[in-house]
T-cell receptor, first 111, second 116 residues
Framework: EDQVTQSPEALRLQEGESSSLNCSYT??????LFWYRQDPGKGPEFLFT???AGEEKEKERLKATLTKKESFLHITAPKPEDSATYLC????????????FGTGTRLTVIP | NAGVTQTPKFQVLKTGQSMTLQCAQD?????MYWYRQDPGMGLRLIYY???????DKGEVPNGYNVSRLNKREFSLRLESAAPSQTSVYFC???????????????FGSGTQLSVL
């Protein structure tokens, strides 16, 4: 069964305190893995797509990495404006025409 | 640069009432989607429209109907609302045709629906 698990559910960081969010997945072949950011009361906003193990992508203080079983979203020296819920989603190679979303990690960065 | 616009933002219904959630995009995208987001669960696909004139069921279609009115607009209808349909509903779109795939989605801001 295709499944996406994100951890931790919630994370509180001091401004400048780097950390990582985890997305573990089990799918019948991976076509793509996505990271989205969701602010309260808003829809998800696209951050990255990763396609194969070993791939990395960066955007400002965020870096996403991918292995055969999981993806990490590394946040370096976070700022309060990085506070949001970060969602992971996977696209299986075959089968269901769908994205499977995780439940997200709610990140709070304290000034 | 409106993107994907959803109306209404909030709605309270009584069990058995009907309503239509509206979604419009101004990006000339081909595909449009309706998701629901519930606490403790990931976003789940209700219905999608791979191109103008077509609609297909997603993961959780029961209790819903959709209409792709034209290329811009994709509506979601609840014919007889139930408390289990209390959720936040998101409309999304993408340029290509087909089911959600490895092309990024553009989401609206959501409709918070409560069914009493």
């Amino acid at each position: 069964e295709d499944q996406v698990t994100q951890s931790p559910e919630a994370l509180r960081l001091q401004e400048g305190e780097s950390s990582s969010l985890n997305c573990s997945y089990t799918v019948s072949g991976l076509r793509g893995l996505f990271w989205y950011r969701q602010d309260p009361g808003k829809g998800p906003e696209f951050l990255f797509t990763l396609y194969s193990a070993g791939e990395e992508k960066e955007k400002e203080r965020l870096k996403a990495t991918l292995t055969k079983k999981e993806s990490f979203l590394h946040i370096t020296a976070p700022k309060p404006e990085d506070s949001a819920t970060y969602l992971c989603a996977v696209q299986p190679q075959t089968g269901a025409n769908n994205l499977f979303f995780g439940t997200g990690t709610r990140l709070t960065v304290i000034p | 640069n409106a993107g994907v616009t959803q109306t209404p933002k909030f709605q309270v219904l009584k069990t058995g009432q009907s309503m239509t959630l509206q979604c419009a995009q101004d990006m000339n995208h081909n595909s449009m989607y309706w998701y629901r987001q519930d606490p403790g669960m990931g976003l789940r696909l209700i219905y999608y429209s791979a191109s103008e004139g077509t609609t297909d069921k997603g993961e959780v279609p029961n209790g819903y109907n959709v209409s792709r009115l034209n290329k811009r607009e994709f509506s979601l209808r609840l014919e007889s609302a139930a408390p289990s349909q209390t959720s936040v509903y998101f409309c999304a779109s993408r340029p290509g045709q087909g089911a959600p795939t490895n092309e990024k989605l553009f989401f609206g801001s959501g409709t918070q629906l409560s069914v009493l």
